[in-house]
């Protein structure tokens, strides 16, 4: 079902009708908002939690395909985590034709499905309609009541990633993620002849979109926090500058920085109206600040060495950034307006790429160490220090808008090195490949989709 | 058109408005050849004629490295900057952009940076020799531009390096 849509055209961006929710009232069998259907993330759960999701029943035959297609997508972003195990179809006793009917528990237990979604999609005209409801196999109950999304056609796999987000948060008590897109560098060509261009996608890989082409080098996006804009690097004019786009639209602009200076490493604030960037003139970089409004702009370092690759903290009270003033790369913290910055890492090696978690609680970061590249977190007072991946090389970690997941780059090594996004839970488990067409570089998750 | 542009905008500078199309900035993007291998920029004329890019390029030597994550120019860098700036002297009608570059074991933004101050670096020693500071830019590709791509120390030893590229006229 996946589409490369390969020109500019953003419809899957602006054609949507966002999903109305609506409770369903209660079924049959009683509702337990607190039932023992449960995986808490932070122990360490070894064993996924068996679940099955059978194809949601039609309404017509024309819905069939919806009702096929929304139980993979819904089964893939489960199973995804690394956190639920799909038991299928083919092993499933039941079938459920009617939505409404009572659930045959004791099938679901035979086979040890211990959570089970069921649900219908009705289609009328363009527009889709689809109920579901998550049970307790084991309880015999359902976990909180059933609800109902509406929406387009053509916005069917999103709906199918909130049926999933909603049961990821019962079930777990974390917030939703999957309902997010990824900006990313698309790249094509051998290492010495490398063509980038900007890309937007769904976090599972699906629809992809490109926002440039690849006659100018294009570095390191980064989503506005509403998700409808993107700062990124672009050599266009012939030396690094930033450039603002809308997402929606595929217009953008630069942003006036110093005459005679190179610019990188943008990000927005968490109220969007301010960008926090790197500037390069003379030999030094520094890290200033940008109103977007005024372009007013604000020196926020003053040093000889090498400061860049700013952060924000979710409250917007505090920057952390790299800088080479020690020595080596390192990472610090520095009030948002600028100021005293103290130094957060400290084991062997050198630290850079910080990205503050979304949840505030933690830091990501690239550190090199003897050779290798790792993804890590640290607690904001650099305590905690947690290397989730080893390679060759890997950088620029990004968070998912839950704060659970971290997406990053891996480059392979050698002749025929090619960049590939991964995903890794900040336990360190689940590491696998994000589906790419092409090779992927510089991922920045969006933030959950309204 | 458009390589006829890209090569345009080394040979003459000034055609470089000709070629770009702001109304059509997105689709026709003209782009200086980034970093690209052997970075001829002007290169023309032959070797044997001591006023020709070719021969700046292959007898002056366009190109100097550097070690891990220094900027410091060694001796050999700064014989090479040495006959660059005695040659720019004499050859007033060129202009050069100084390109630097990073190998792959390092993250992105730093190695911007890096490769700004590896082009800064042999900027300000060329000035010290006496090139007119008007006449020379910088541009850093970071790791994204290698001359090799294999990777051992051998071919990162290549890619630490600043590209003075030739371009004909003082374009302000």
């Given at each position: 079902m996946r589409r490369a849509v390969q020109s500019f055209l953003p419809a899957a961006l602006t054609a949507l009708i966002l999903p109305i929710m609506m409770a369903l009232t209660a079924p049959t069998t009683v509702s337990a908002q607190q039932g023992p259907l449960r995986i808490e993330i932070t122990d360490g759960v070894i064993e996924p939690m068996p679940f099955a999701v059978p194809d949601f029943v039609p309404q017509s035959e024309a819905a069939a395909e919806y009702g096929t297609s929304l139980a993979r997508v819904i089964a893939s972003d489960l199973s995804g985590t690394g956190l639920f195990r799909e038991i299928p179809a083919s092993a499933h006793i039941s079938t459920v034709s009617d939505f409404g009917a009572p659930v045959q528990f004791a099938d679901w237990k035979t086979i040890n499905a211990q959570a089970l979604i069921t649900g219908s999609v009705a289609l009328s005209g363009d527009r889709l309609t689809v109920q579901f409801r998550i049970y307790d196999v084991f309880s015999g109950v359902e976990v909180g009541s059933g609800l109902q999304f509406v929406g387009t056609t053509e916005g069917w796999r999103r709906m199918a990633h909130k049926v999933a987000d909603t049961v990821y948060s019962r079930i777990t008590g974390e917030a939703p993620y999957f309902d997010s897109r990824v900006v990313f560098v698309s790249e094509s060509g051998p290492k010495n002849d490398r063509r980038k261009r900007l890309a937007v996608m769904d976090y599972d890989g699906a629809n992809i979109q490109y926002l440039t082409d690849s006659n100018a080098l294009v570095l390191a996006p980064r989503f506005s926090p509403t998700g409808d804009r993107v700062l990124y690097t672009s050599y266009e004019s012939g030396v690094p500058r930033i450039y603002v786009m809308d997402v929606g639209q595929v217009q953008r602009r630069v942003l006036e920085t110093q005459e005679g200076s190179m610019s990188f490493a943008p990000r927005f604030s968490p109220n969007g109206r301010t960008v926090v960037f790197s500037q390069a003139q003379g030999g030094n970089t520094d890290i200033f600040s940008m109103?977007?409004?005024?372009g007013a702009r604000t020196r926020l370092t003053n040093a000889p060495s090498i400061e860049t690759a700013p952060s924000y903290s979710p409250d917007g009270s505090q920057i952390v950034f790299e800088s080479d003033r020690s020595g080596g790369q390192q990472l610090y913290i520095m009030p948002a307006g600028g100021g005293e910055a103290r130094r957060i890492s400290s084991g062997a090696g050198r630290y850079g790429t910080p990205v503050w978690s979304p949840r505030g609680d933690l830091i990501a970061f690239t550190k090199q160490n003897n050779g290798r590249f790792h993804i890590g977190v640290m607690r904001t007072d650099g305590t905690g220090e947690r290397l989730l991946t080893a390679s060759f090389l890997d950088e620029g970690p990004t968070w998912s808008p839950n704060g659970r997941v971290i997406m990053f780059t891996r480059e392979s090594q050698g002749t025929e090195g090619r960049a590939q996004l991964y995903s890794v839970d900040i336990s360190g488990r689940n590491l696998k490949p994000v589906p790419t067409p092409d090779g992927a570089s510089d991922p920045a998750w969006s933030p959950l989709q309204q | 058109m458009k390589s006829a542009c890209r090569l345009a905008v080394f040979l003459v500078a000034g055609l470089l408005a000709a070629c770009s199309n702001k109304d059509d900035a997105l689709n026709d993007i003209t782009t200086p050849a980034p970093g690209s291998v052997g970075a001829i920029g002007g290169a023309g004329g032959s070797a044997a004629d001591p006023r020709s890019p070719v021969y700046f390029q292959q007898a002056v030597g366009d190109r100097v490295f550097f070690l891990v994550d220094e900027s410091t120019l060694n001796d050999a860098a700064r014989q090479t900057l040495n006959g660059q700036a005695t040659w720019l002297i004499q050859n007033p009608d060129y202009t050069a952009t100084i390109e630097g570059h990073a190998d792959e074991q390092g993250t992105r933004e730093y190695n911007v940076a890096l490769g700004e101050r590896r082009a800064n670096a042999a900027r300000e020693y060329l000035i010290s020799r006496g090139v007119a500071a008007n006449r020379l830019r910088t541009v850093s590709y970071g790791k994204e531009r290698p001359v090799e791509i294999c990777s051992v120390e051998a071919c990162y030893a290549k890619n630490r390096r600043a590209v003075t590229v030739l371009a004909a006229g003082l374009t302000g």
């Open positions: 109103d977007l409004a005024t | -």
